[in-house]
């Protein structure tokens, strides 16, 4: 049952590599990712309310949220997918999938559903984006600016990434987005 995700360390590295060498990095996201894993084993579930019938139940071809199969029967399509179209799994990050063309590089980085492309070759950065819409109901979000509640903002001299949205909608959340700051003592010359 157990579906690698992206390490943070992997997708800083990423961000990193992009912007020292100058990569465009595009955001992606499978919609209902987790019905596209076809199951390895045999799951069985009663039928659904209005649908029953005495003596029968339903037996399960596709995955479904809910069921602790899914997010690696998800995964698992996607890697065939990919290695199927020339992409090599990381060693030390399975969701990383890199593919080197002619001294070009083109890296896919997976967290569940929301994906990072980047590279140096434009051309297959859009070719992978054709492959995963027609294997896939894909979202195309564009340049990477909002990744797993962090924002990323662009500039000629770097990345600057930070959680503002993140830390309000969490503020909002818990009632406490009106409270003022407490002072907290700390020492200055550490």
Known sequence: TFAPIAK?????VVMSIAVMKGWRMYQL???????NGELEEEVYMHMPPGY????KCCKLKRALYGLKQSPRAWFERLRRVMQHHGYN???GDHTLFV???EGRVTLLLVYVDDMIVTGDD?????????????EFD???????????????????TGLALNQRKYTLDLLEETGKLGCRPASTHFILDI
């Open 8 to 12: 943070m360390k992997t997708i800083r």
């Open 29 to 35: 996201d499978v919609k209902n990712a987790f019905l």
């Open 52 to 55: 029953e019938e005495p003596e």
């Open 89 to 91: 799994q990381g060693n």
């Open 99 to 101: 593919k080197k063309k």
């Open 122 to 134: 434009e051309e297959e950065i859009i070719k992978l984006k054709v492959l995963l819409a027609a």
């Open 138 to 156: 894909l979202k195309d979000l564009g340049k990477l600016r909002y990744f797993l509640g962090i924002e990323i903002a662009r500039s000629s």
